[in-house]
């Protein structure tokens, strides 16, 4: 490569510049180049207006250029060998009104698409760092001139589509081994075809156009085995028309296009040895009088070629009597499949008997065609097609109305009538069609689907019926259900059938497409359709997944776009042999019924389930709208009534089994009693006067005590105490008659500045030694006063305090106690202690003494 850049700078034509010092100098000048772009330019001369940017000038600017540019090329190559490319970058930038080819291109790009844009120039600069380059697709563009030298660097290029562009001239140079090579649709004059062309020996499509056909050209490439050549024959073509050109061509196909506006006056042998398939378009004859003898003897000429199978006319324009001509020569010709699309017919028809002996034809095809007679004797016409002693017959986009039944039992095995006016009434009693094993009648007038029926039940051989897109419906009040036996795929898609069809299909039916309907459910009786193995009711109305109680083979099943909300959970137990199922696109509603559904689909292969999880979303409730359903969650709690009522149940169970635990364990009854109590004493205080509410402290405490422990509190605690003139308040003295024992308990501790309780092993067995208890700390809480004093008579252990006593456990656990201490020589510190915490003077004198014995 490296020898190529240097012969292509060194070629390079020196030119005289205006440098920015006004001094003159050499340039290189690269216009005629595609290496101009890769260096902007600044001033230049009038006759040249790029060239290089920041040269330096002088009389060896030339071996200056050509080392500045091998040092870029070398730099491009080491780049692209480091960019390993195994995977393929395609760029598409068609319909972008591109002028120029862009230069922000990956290194790596593959494919490049720029077809359909006003490039009018390509240069070498253009695509030189596009080393990985394999396709280059610029048709639909506005190219003038091509030199085939600006691919030499894109050594991996092997398909170039230059086709519909403006190229009147091509440059030849060696380039790369093509594969696909189109040049069509272009205005070369002579064919665009070099020498170096002969050396493509991978060559399998060769596109070419010119007005000028001439055998020295052709000639050029006739080593080569093309797969297909396409030709193109300019306006012009014919004036100076060499017949024989085309035999040196070596191809399988060969398509000829005509020019569109001239009368088919032309001598060029198409019957090419080699080509078993050709293609002619642009056919016009037999209009003004004239005939078609050209052309007639062009199809004459074919006969000498046995290796002729197929042939193809496109766009053809010429008079009812000319194309019968044109059926009757190829109907005698080699060929087995024949085609005609796009054609216009003029003219009266004139009756002759059409000679079906001798036929190689197996199929014949006729699409498109508009008749500008508007009466014609159609019976005749339908007559020449119905005998035909062919295999295949195609008529669609004609326009007929009528199809008759063949004279004889006809060898038709494929018949296609798409895009027709036929009625219910085509084949009616006819018992000809008995070898017949495909039959279409899509996008017809058909209404009835009873006739239908009729007209199948006569075709003993039918395997594949398809009907769609017409205007059927089937009324059941007709009781005409004999469809033939032997039918096996039937297309009754895009119809207007409700769900009465089901009833009556054919019994041996292997696939059967209903989309596009108006079904809003399959019936419970229905006809049994055991061998059905591929149902499509997609674009209906059902609201479930059907069951397969009916289609016990079935497969494959296609029902999406519909408006099942809660597919039925028993569907995949039901159709066990099911391998494709297409159910999205659907109005789910998830709910806690949708769960069993989605969870068997998780069952299943995802092959199975057709656009999983995509096409499967949620559409209501709103809140769950979009979501896909593998995404759908529900708690079984909330989906399981009997597992809800089990958990409430249970939950309800628990929380009484804690209640009654907490009941017996803390004692709550009692509590409640002296929670009672207090509250129907201070509510009884609350009636009382206000003058009789004003409350003093009349004693300095409260002794609450075993009886037990009676004997020291009277021998001990009271002497010791009062001597010191500290009132101490006992329940003998104090209590007042008539009251409750409550009130009266309430009413001391209220009275007293502190409550003093002895403990020991027999006050925890005493309920009113608990009560005081609980009243004193009730009113520490209350007043928010610290009147609380424990003396702990003999050791508790703590394991002997029963489990009710917690407010006991508590203020032990959290509260200094004083303990009497069994050694006499203590026993004065601890009276000075006591008496230090409960000395206080108060404001009125009281009774002497009150104390409580329990």
Not at 175 to 201: R, Y
Not at 448 to 460: D, P, V
Not at 581 to 601: D, Y
Request: glycine fraction near 4%; proline fraction near 4%; aromatic fraction near 10%.
């Amino acid at each position: 490569m490296l020898e190529e850049v240097l012969e292509f700078l060194i070629a390079m034509p020196e030119r005289q510049v205006v440098l920015e010092n006004g001094q003159a100098g050499t340039c290189i000048h690269l216009s005629d180049h595609t290496v101009t772009d890769l260096y902007p330019c600044r001033k230049c001369s009038e006759e040249y207006s790029s060239c290089l940017r920041n040269v330096y000038c002088h009389t060896m600017i030339k071996i200056n250029s050509i080392i500045f540019y091998v040092i870029i090329v070398l730099g491009l190559i080491l780049i692209n060998i480091r960019l390993s490319g195994g995977s393929e970058l395609i760029i598409k930038r068609p319909r972008a009104n591109l002028t120029h080819v862009p230069k922000d291109l990956p290194l790596t790009t593959t494919t490049l698409d720029l077809s359909q844009n006003n490039i009018s120039e390509l240069q070498t600069s253009d695509i030189l760092s596009l080393s990985k380059l394999r396709a280059l697709v610029m048709s639909y563009n506005r190219l003038r001139y091509l030199d085939i030298g600006v691919f030499k660097f894109n050594t991996e290029l092997e398909y170039l589509d230059l086709s519909h562009n403006e190229l009147r001239v091509i440059s030849c140079h060696p380039t790369a081994n093509f594969k696909h090579l189109d040049l069509s649709f272009n205005a070369f004059d002579a064919l665009p075809i070099c020498k170096e062309f002969g050396n493509m020996s991978q060559l399998k499509f060769l596109g070419l156009s010119g007005s000028q056909v001439q055998s020295a050209s052709v000639q050029l490439i006739a080593r080569l085995n093309i797969t297909e050549v396409l030709l193109v024959l300019g306006d012009t073509y014919g004036e100076r028309e060499d017949p024989q050109c085309l035999q040196h061509i070596n191809t399988g196909a060969l398509h000829v296009v005509f020019p569109e506006k001239r009368e088919f006056r032309f001598t060029l042998d198409v019957s090419v040895s080699t080509v078993n398939s050709l293609e002619l378009s642009n056919i016009k004859c037999g209009l003004e009088n004239s005939n078609c003898s050209y052309f007639l003897s062009a199809l004459l000429k074919l006969r000498k070629n046995p290796g002729l199978s197929s042939l193809t006319l496109n766009n053809i324009k010429t008079t009812w009597n000319s194309f019968l001509d044109i059926l009757q020569s190829v109907w005698h010709a080699p060929v087995k499949y024949f085609s005609i699309s796009n054609m216009t017919l003029q003219g009266q028809v004139e009756f002759r008997n059409f000679n079906y002996s001798g036929t190689s034809l197996k199929a014949l095809s006729i699409h498109q065609v508009v008749s500008e007679v508007y009466s014609l004797p159609q019976r005749y016409i339908y007559g020449i097609f119905s005998n035909m002693n062919i295999q295949n017959f195609t008529v669609s986009g004609t326009r007929m109305l009528h199809m008759l039944c063949p004279l004889n039992v006809s060898p038709f095995l494929y018949l296609d009538f798409t895009d027709n006016l036929l009625t219910d009434m085509v084949f009616e009693d006819c018992r000809n069609l008995i070898k017949l094993k495909t039959l279409s009648l899509q996008k017809n007038q058909l209404k009835k689907l009873e006739n239908i029926i009729l007209m199948s039940a006569e075709m003993k051989s039918l395997q594949k019926l398809d009907i769609s897109q017409n205007f059927l419906q089937y009324s059941e009040k007709e009781n005409l259900c004999s469809w033939t036996e032997s039918l096996l795929v039937l297309n009754l898609s895009s119809n207007m059938l409700a769900d009465c069809v089901f009833k009556c299909l054919p019994p041996k039916v292997k696939v059967l497409d209903l989309h596009n309907n108006r079904i809003m459910s399959i019936p419970k009786e229905i006809t049994y359709l055991q061998a059905l193995q591929e149902l499509n009711v997609a674009s209906n109305s059902l609201v479930d997944l059907p069951g397969c109680g009916a289609f016990g083979s079935l497969s494959v099943l296609v029902i999406e776009h519909n408006s099942v909300s809660l597919p039925s959970v028993d569907f995949f137990q039901s159709c066990q042999k099911i391998r494709s199922l297409a159910a999205g696109n659907n109005p789910f509603r998830c709910t806690c019924e949708l769960r069993e559904f989605i969870k068997n689909i998780g069952h299943v292969s995802g092959e199975v389930v057709e656009g999983w999880p995509d096409s499967y979303r949620c559409d209501s409730p709103e809140g769950a709208k979009g979501t896909p359903l593998q995404d759908f969650r529900m708690s079984p709690l909330s989906c399981d009534t009997v597992l809800l009522m089990v958990t409430v149940g249970a939950t309800l169970l628990v929380l009484v089994a804690i209640m009654a635990f907490l009941w017996l364990y803390f004692d709550l009854p009692w509590y409640l009693r002296m929670v009672c109590q207090w509250t129907q004493t201070r509510h009884r205080a609350r009636n009382i006067p206000e003058e009789e509410l004003q409350r003093k402290l009349q004693f300095h405490a409260f002794v609450s005590y075993s009886r037990h422990d009676s004997t020291w509190v009277k021998n001990e605690l009271l002497p010791n105490l009062e001597k010191d003139g500290i009132r101490v308040c006992l329940h003998e003295r104090n209590f007042i008659p008539g009251k409750s024992i409550m009130e009266n308990i309430i009413h001391s501790i209220e009275k007293s500045y502190k409550s003093i309780f002895v403990l020991s092993p027999h006050f925890i067995q005493s309920e009113w030694c608990h009560y005081e208890l609980y009243f004193a700390h009730h009113n520490l809480f209350h007043e928010g006063s610290d009147n609380l004093i424990l003396i702990l008579l003999e050791p508790i252990p703590q394991y002997s305090i029963p489990s009710n006593y917690h407010k006991l456990k508590s203020l032990m656990a959290q509260r200094t106690y004083l303990e009497w201490p069994m050694e006499n020589s203590k026993h004065r510190l601890f009276w000075a202690n006591l008496r230090a915490t409960i000395n206080v003077k108060l404001v009125s004198q009281a009774e002497t003494t009150c104390h409580i014995q329990r």
